[in-house]
Every structure is written in structure tokens, then in C-alpha cells.
Nanobody, 116 residues
């Protein structure tokens, strides 16, 4: 089981910025993909962004042009730079990782609150 620890969440005003980070440890197999999901109150969890070990990225349409995902493969760390934040970005953000055998691991989540 991979341990994932997120940091960087908090309270920010609209159009402000935050950077989330997530460090993976205790990985038995090679981590192939890392990413971020979020869950707002009363809504289902959704994919925000993901990045493969080769550098390929995917973004939800709602965050394209505002959020940027990156990773440090040597340190098994993924980052999410969030710019021009909107109140609708308010959610609990969860880090996740997938290994070579498609085993999924999840962090405990970090709260992001954007006030208008």
C-alpha cells in the first residue's frame, strides 16, 4: 500500500492561487500515474488532473488554463498549481497514485475553500 500525504490546502479569496503537493512513500511497485480528484459538498468525486511518468497530462474541462499538474519522479511527488481560483473550486482535494499493476492509492484529502 502506497502512503500519500497532501499539503497546501487552505482558505483563499477568489482569483487567488494555491499550490497543492502530495508525496508518495512505501511504494512496492513502480508508480505510473499520479493525479488529483476533488469532491464538493453534495457532489460526486471528480477527476481534476492526472500526469503519467512520461509526462502526459489530462485535465478536467473546468480547470483547463487555470490549473497545472507536475511531478518529480525521483521523489514520487505530484503538485497542483491552482490559479484564478473560483468559489466553485471549493472542495476536498484528494491525491491518488496508480502503480504498474493498476493498484490505486488515495490520500486523506486536503480542504480548499475559495471565498467570493
Amino acid at each position: 500500500q502506497v502512503q500519500l500525504v497532501e499539503s497546501g490546502g487552505g482558505l483563499v479569496q477568489a482569483v487567488g492561487s494555491l499550490r497543492l503537493s502530495c508525496a508518495a512513500s512505501r511504494s512496492t511497485y513502480r508508480i505510473v500515474t499520479m493525479g488529483w480528484h476533488r469532491q464538493a459538498p453534495g457532489k460526486q468525486r471528480e477527476l481534476v488532473a492526472s500526469i503519467s511518468s512520461s509526462g502526459g497530462t489530462n485535465y478536467a474541462d473546468s480547470v483547463k488554463g487555470r490549473f497545472t499538474i507536475s511531478r518529480d519522479n525521483a521523489r514520487n511527488t505530484v503538485y497542483l498549481q491552482m490559479n484564478t481560483l473560483r468559489p466553485e473550486d471549493t472542495a476536498v482535494y484528494y491525491c491518488n497514485a496508480r502503480d504498474y499493476y493498476s493498484n490505486e492509492s488515495w490520500g486523506q484529502g486536503t480542504q480548499v475553500t475559495v471565498s467570493s
